[in-house]
């Protein structure tokens, strides 16, 4: 297989593995507006984020899938429902006052763990396809994944910023950001049949 080839199939399995992110990142934007350095810690912490994911994919693809087990990664979703229940409850014990942005700061380790549990299931993916191709063709799939983070958050920055969407998050970030976190958590952990469910 060749470099171009790879290239183009790791652009598309990137996309089909994290277009969801796009919404997750534009309420993340949508928290952060009028704070300094938001784009920088979601850029670091989605870097964070998807390197914890590849680099879990490699080490399983290369016989290192010992340290984390299938069973283990529905558990990941307690991530975002708990960063979405504690979301929750800031909402209801200071009401949703937009003067003061300082009460909802974000946070980059937030953005990697969030970014993490959303992305756990994509391990399950990553690793059939990266048992399939060449060493060169890892690499390739590798550094075009790594690129296209950045491209990513770009593209949800761009979304959460266009007038319409930006009035409409910022009338109703309060209440979606929990809620999508709380649905990403509880999807993660019914989707992977964590505690039985």
Not at 52 to 58: C, E, G, H, R, Y
Not at 114 to 120: E, K, L
Not at 175 to 188: A, H, N, R, S, T
């Amino acid at each position: 297989m060749d470099m171009t080839t790879s290239a183009l199939q790791a652009i598309g399995l990137f996309m089909v593995t994290n277009i969801d992110d796009i919404i997750v990142l534009s309420l993340f934007f949508a928290r952060g507006a009028g704070q300094r350095g938001t784009t920088s810690k979601l850029i670091v912490g989605q870097y964070l984020g998807f390197g914890a994911i590849l680099l879990a994919s490699v080490a399983v693809t290369l016989g290192a899938g010992l340290f984390l087990p299938d069973a283990a990664i529905p558990y990941f979703g307690l991530i975002p429902l708990l960063l979405g229940i504690y979301a929750a409850w800031q909402v209801w014990r200071n009401g949703d006052d937009d003067d003061d942005d300082t009460e909802r700061p974000i946070s980059a380790l937030a953005v990697a763990a969030v970014t993490f549990a959303n992305g756990g299931d994509n391990i399950g993916v990553y690793v059939p396809v990266f048992l399939a191709v060449g060493t060169g063709a890892l690499v390739a799939y590798c550094v075009v994944f790594l690129t296209l983070v950045l491209v990513l958050v770009l593209t949800a920055k761009f979304v959460a910023t266009r007038k319409p969407i930006a009035e409409v998050l910022e009338r109703w970030e309060h209440i979606l950001f929990p809620l999508v976190l709380i649905v990403l958590g509880l999807v993660i952990l019914i989707e992977g049949g964590a505690f039985g469910l």
